[in-house]
């Protein structure tokens, strides 16, 4: 692989396009006597501009700052050197660090996000093997080094406190951390159940992920997508509410959008013709007869299959996991009352109610925004 540069920056006069030693900062131009400005420019002894690596690895430690390299970009780009990236790549060792002592350390109880935790791994390590495999080295950093432990915080968030299922992730873990960052891999690979050295470990065939591992995946992304709308929409209620926010009331599909929804997706994977027979094949459907809901009808089902200007269809862009939850005709009203005090806490209020949109009063007129997996979310 042919590397990139690493850069850094160096004094430089616009007016004749040179760069200077790093003895220059804060003075003018040696030639013209112009204000120096900066600019990232390749690391060399004429410019000064290099940093040493025995510096850095007595300050901060090897893995440090062969994970600074190695994140900072994919081995052919180029990189600029940023003290600030390095700090924050030892604070992130620190943090997997704490992840691993805690993992060690927890107890006994099975749960349904343990499920979970385990299709994430065979996920992340699938995408982390392609990735390594094709010398993508930032791609497959990122998840071994962000994405695991942000789904290690998310069980932990969620309630997760199984040890066999925290050793079972951590094995699968530890050797993914090994090409980065092999001296905190190697230091927790017998903790967590390897045997010999990691070093000379060789990994076996992926585990493949399951169609189980796709529904359950998409329920708890479901939940997320859900938190992360919600405090977006908090920080915009926020603005108008003359009173304390202390309560959310979430409106959820009502029954007939979850009906067209599936159908939609089941015409499209029989290769339906939306354009040319979308609309005679919805006013044979028996929620087209009433006038009342007509209009909404045939807006819900265009969302659906052809989309407007600006968007696609629905099924054109939900996941595989979406379409599977949909398909199974998920209660969302009570997935998410189910998980409500968590919810709650995420977002920042003492309660949250979830119904149908038409079962109950319709709260901040949110009901004729409740879509599948996009339910209408009021703060009170």
Request: one cysteine or more; hydrophobic letters at 40%; glycine letters at 8%.
């Amino acid at each position: 692989v042919c590397q990139g540069m690493l850069n850094a920056p160096a004094p430089f006069c616009i007016d004749f396009n040179t760069e200077y030693h790093i003895d220059h900062f804060g003075r003018d131009c040696p030639t013209c006597g112009s204000a120096l400005s900066s600019r990232s420019a390749k690391m060399s002894k004429s410019l000064g501009n290099t940093v040493s690596p025995e510096e850095m690895i007595s300050k901060y430690g090897a893995d440090t700052v062969r994970l600074f390299i190695l994140f900072g970009a994919n081995p052919e780009a180029g990189m600029d050197w940023s003290d600030s990236a390095l700090e924050a790549n030892h604070r992130q060792l620190y943090s997997i660090i704490d992840a691993m002592e805690s993992a060690l350390a927890l107890g006994e109880s099975p749960g349904p996000l343990d499920d979970w935790l385990l299709a994430r791994l065979r996920v992340n390590h699938a995408a982390w093997r392609y990735s390594m495999s094709n010398v993508s080295i930032r791609e497959g950093v990122m998840i071994s080094h962000y994405e695991m432990l942000s789904d290690w915080a998310w069980y932990i968030r969620r309630g997760g406190n199984n040890r066999d299922t925290a050793m079972q992730f951590l094995l699968g873990w530890v050797p993914m951390l090994a090409p980065a960052t092999p001296h905190i891999a190697e230091e927790f690979w017998h903790p967590v159940g390897g045997d010999g050295l990691l070093a000379t470990h060789s990994l076996g065939e992926s585990e493949h992920s399951s169609e189980d591992d796709v529904g359950i995946l998409a329920r708890e992304a479901y939940l997320k997508e859900l938190i992360s709308s919600g405090r977006g929409l908090r920080e915009l209620a926020e603005r108008h509410a003359e009173a304390e926010i202390t309560r959310v009331v979430i409106q959820t599909s009502p029954v007939w959008k979850g009906e067209l929804a599936r159908e939609s997706i089941r015409l499209d994977a029989e290769g339906f013709d939306f354009k040319a027979g979308g609309m005679d094949y919805l006013k044979s459907r028996e929620v087209f007869a009433d006038e009342q809901t007509r209009g909404e009808v045939m807006q819900t089902w265009m969302a659906l299959t052809m989309g407007s200007k600006k968007k696609r269809g629905r099924i054109h862009t939900w996941s595989q996991g979406e379409k599977q939850l949909i398909m199974s005709a998920i209660d969302e009203a009570s997935t998410i009352n189910t998980n409500s005090d968590f919810i709650a806490h995420s977002l920042g209020v003492s309660s949250v109610k979830a119904y149908p949109a038409g079962e109950a009063e319709d709260v901040a007129g949110k009901a004729r925004f409740a879509f599948p997996l996009e339910p209408g979310i009021a703060f009170l």
